[in-house]
Structures are given as C-alpha cells and as structure tokens.
C-alpha cells in the first residue's frame, strides 16, 4: 500500500514516529541491554507488575513494537515472537540491536490496524505504548482478536484515563489537578503543534469495544511509580502519578469459539 492510501492517521504517525526514530535509539539500546522487563514511562519493573505470563513455546506478536525491546524480552523468555511497526526509522534501529545481541524475529513494517499474517496465528498480542496508544483501538483491536486464536489473551499498556483528561493541549506541560476536557466522546488526541494522532478511549467505551471484539476483561492494573521516580517525560511528574494512574495495563482474553 503506497502512502497516499494510507488512513490519515497513520500516514501521519509514520511521517513523525520516522522524524523521532532517532531520539529512541538510546531508549531502545537500554531497554535491550535490560534482561529484566520494566514497563511504561516509568520504567516499574515486571516483578511489581505480573503482566507476563509464561512467554515459553508462545507465538506472540507485539503491535507497534518500535525498536522491539518488548520483543527482545519476550524472545528470551522463550516466546517465537513477530513484531509490526508503521515506522521503518523505527524498525531499523530494531534490527540494529538484534544484530548487535544476536536475537532475530521477524519484524515487518506495516500498520497494526491491517496485519499482513493469518487469521489465529497468535497465542497473545503485545503493546506498549505502540499499537495501544498510535492505532485507533476500533480498528486495531478487532484486528488483535482476529490474529489470536480461541483463548489468546491481549495485554496492552496506555496512558491512563485521568491523565488524558487532565493534560494540557500545549506540548511540555505538565497534568494538573483539573479536567481539561470531557470525558465522553473520548478518542481522537491531537496536539497544539504536532501532527501525530493519539486514540485513547474511556472505561466503559473500552470494555464495550473488547467484548464486541471477542474478549473477556480479565484485569484492568493501575501502575504507580515508587517514591522519587522519575521520567525523562514532561506532560506528567512522579508527584502526579503517584496520586493518580498515569499508565494503566489492560488484560483480555479471546472467547473460545463456542462461547463467542
């Protein structure tokens, strides 16, 4: 698909994700260096967070996997894994750093919302931050559900709910104490600015969308920052995300066929 017939949101996420690919070099090298996962902007290791289930003999794809630390860590734990990205910048550092480890999967550059594999490939489907923030969730989602087969289980992390609510429209400032915007109707996030789009949905929306998509919610986790933490971040501070969830990880699985 030539870029012109690309959505328009995705056209622009790839445009600016190739512009930032650069400044997530250094991010991705670390996160590939870590043997231990650590998740979200504040880097809350797995130990505290359970989001992993037993990676071993999984067949597993991350969706927008960027430079595919997500991945890397999956792969090591066992699981054969695939990851998809609308950046190609993005992808080149990825297959940098598995070169530079020695650990390759396949990764192809595409859009999370038209996955280019067969329905029922998957045991579970990953996002970081990628698909789950970058895609719009009534699109990729559905698509999640048709990669995964019968009992597949979707694990993605996103901003949370409040802080999207709560976040200035002005690039480099902080959430305050306020709502900025309604709550209903929440979706389509763009930035005074910028040209990327960000999807974010809210609790009962979600819900209604992933069981519309063949899912069961098994767990909705609200991650907080210890004490101190910090983030090399500026729309949210650790005071901040210690009050309010400033990340939140949703786990669904996929209904056997006999009960969707």
């Not at 992390?157 to 690039?171: A, K, N, R």
Request: with cysteine; proline share 5%; glycine share 10%.
């Amino acid at each position: 698909m030539s870029t012109d017939d690309l959505p328009d949101h995705v056209r622009r996420n790839r445009e600016a994700w190739d512009n930032w690919a650069a400044d997530w070099r250094d991010r991705g090298r670390k996160s590939w260096a870590s043997d231990q996962p650590h998740w979200g902007i504040w880097g809350i290791p797995e130990a505290d967070v359970g989001l992993l289930p037993d990676m071993a003999g999984r067949d597993v794809i991350e969706l927008g996997c960027g430079t595919a630390y997500v991945s890397a860590w999956l792969a090591r734990r066992g699981a054969r894994v695939v990851g998809i990205d609308n950046s190609e910048q993005q992808l080149e550092t990825a297959r940098q750093l598995q070169a530079e480890h020695g650990l390759t999967f396949p990764l192809i550059h595409g859009n999370a919302e038209t996955v280019p594999l067969a329905d029922g490939s998957f045991d579970l489907a990953i996002s970081e931050h990628g698909a789950s923030t970058w895609a719009d969730p009534y699109r990729w989602i559905p698509e999640a559900s048709r990669l995964l087969r019968p009992g597949g289980q979707l694990i993605f992390l996103v901003s949370g709910t409040i802080l999207m609510l709560c976040v200035p429209d002005e690039v480099g400032l902080p959430a305050g104490d306020r709502l900025l915007r309604p709550y209903f109707d929440m979706h389509r996030f763009e930035w005074f600015g910028e040209t990327s789009v960000e999807f974010h949905l809210g609790y009962g929306e979600m819900i209604r969308l992933l069981r519309a998509s063949g899912f069961e919610v098994e767990d909705l986790i609200e991650l907080r920052p210890s004490e101190g933490a910090s983030t090399g971040f500026d729309y949210v501070t650790g005071d901040w995300a210690r009050r309010w969830p400033s990340e939140e990880v949703w786990k669904a699985r996929k209904r056997a066929e006999e009960s969707a």
